[in-house]
């Protein structure tokens, strides 16, 4: 036993580590891409602004009314969801419009059985 611990235990280092990565695994880019996503559906805020999304675009002053939180917590979570691509904005005026665009949010989170 070497003594070496976590990722790099036995892979030459980091500048060797794909040549030890396992068959069928991910890049490390997409792994953080699923971290994100995971991440961002993780809060019950966000799930709810996404069941919220599912039939089409509201903009923050309605999401703050149906989840009554304040416009500093909504923008949060909203760019939160917006970073892992899970919604999107577009500008109408004055108004920021969100809707949903990657429907994988909602498959996973039925898959899950929360409904």
């Known amino acids: 036993m070497t003594g070496k611990t976590g990722t790099d235990a036995g892979c030459g280092g980091a500048a060797n580590q794909a040549a030890c990565s396992r ?3 991910p890049p490390a880019e997409e792994i953080k891409k699923q971290s ?3 991440k961002a559906i993780s809060d019950p805020a966000r799930v709810r602004i ?19 939180m304040p416009q500093t917590v ?7 969801l917006k970073y892992a ?13 969100y809707s949903l665009v990657d429907s994988r949010a909602l498959a996973v989170l039925d898959a899950l059985g929360t409904r």
């Not at 691509?85 to 419009?97: A, E, F, L, T, V």
């Open 23 to 25: 068959p069928g695994m």
């Open 36 to 38: 994100e996503f995971f």
């Open 50 to 68: 996404i069941y919220a999304l599912k039939d089409g675009e509201l903009c923050v002053c309605q999401l703050m009314q149906l989840m009554d």
């Open 74 to 80: 909504v923008s949060h979570h909203l760019k939160v």
């Open 85 to 97: 691509g899970i919604i999107n904005d577009q500008r109408s005026g004055k108004w920021i419009y």
